[in-house]
């Protein structure tokens, strides 16, 4: 089995975040739909999908910022896991990111979270860092 894997549009929102959510992908404070309008808006972002025929089974976003890429919202319908299809999205995001001269990536896994094991069979390297965040779309405190 394989994927056909292609940019997302617009009139893809609705089977985006229908796998996102049947991923455990969003987030209470995140508004998803934004997310998706926010990437498809960025030249240097973007929405895969993978289909199956007619189908939609994968998404990943990914974008650059020139040096460093980052995979966000990796996700395979829990019916389609277990058939590479996580991989080949995940190589997709890879070859975007390449194609546009980017020469590294890195993604975050929230603690807890067994896909840290696909990245590790996939060769990924555990970095030594830690992640800070702040919201910039609330007053301060
Ligand atoms: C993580 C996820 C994308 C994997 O998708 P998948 O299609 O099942 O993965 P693949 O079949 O491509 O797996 C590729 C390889 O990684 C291994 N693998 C996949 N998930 C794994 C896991 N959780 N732990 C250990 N190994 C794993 C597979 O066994 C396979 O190994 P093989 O090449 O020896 O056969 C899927 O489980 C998912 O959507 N999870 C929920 C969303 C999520 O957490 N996304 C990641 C956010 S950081």
Redesign the pocket.
């Known amino acids: 089995m394989s994927l056909a894997i292609r940019p997302a549009m617009n009139a893809d929102g609705a089977s985006v975040l229908d796998i996102w959510r049947k ?3 969003t987030r209470p404070w995140n508004d998803p739909h934004k997310d998706f309008d926010r990437a498809l808006d960025c030249e240097s972002a973007v929405v895969l999908l993978g289909e199956r025929g007619p189908l939609p089974v994968s998404t990943a976003m990914t974008g650059s910022d020139g040096h460093r890429g980052w995979i966000y919202y ?3 319908l829990p019916e389609f ?7 080949e999205t995940l190589d997709a995001c890879c070859d975007w990111l390449r194609q546009r001269g980017c020469p590294k990536v890195e ?1 975050m ?1 929230r603690d807890g ?3 840290a ?2 990245y590790e ?2 060769g990924w390297d555990l970095q030594p860092v830690r992640t800070y965040a702040r919201r910039l779309d609330e007053k301060e405190l």
Request: glycine share 22%; aromatic share 4%.
């Open positions: 991923c455990d992908l990796l996700g395979v896991r277990g058939h590479g299809f996580g991989r993604l896994v979270n067994p896909a094991g696909l069979r996939l």
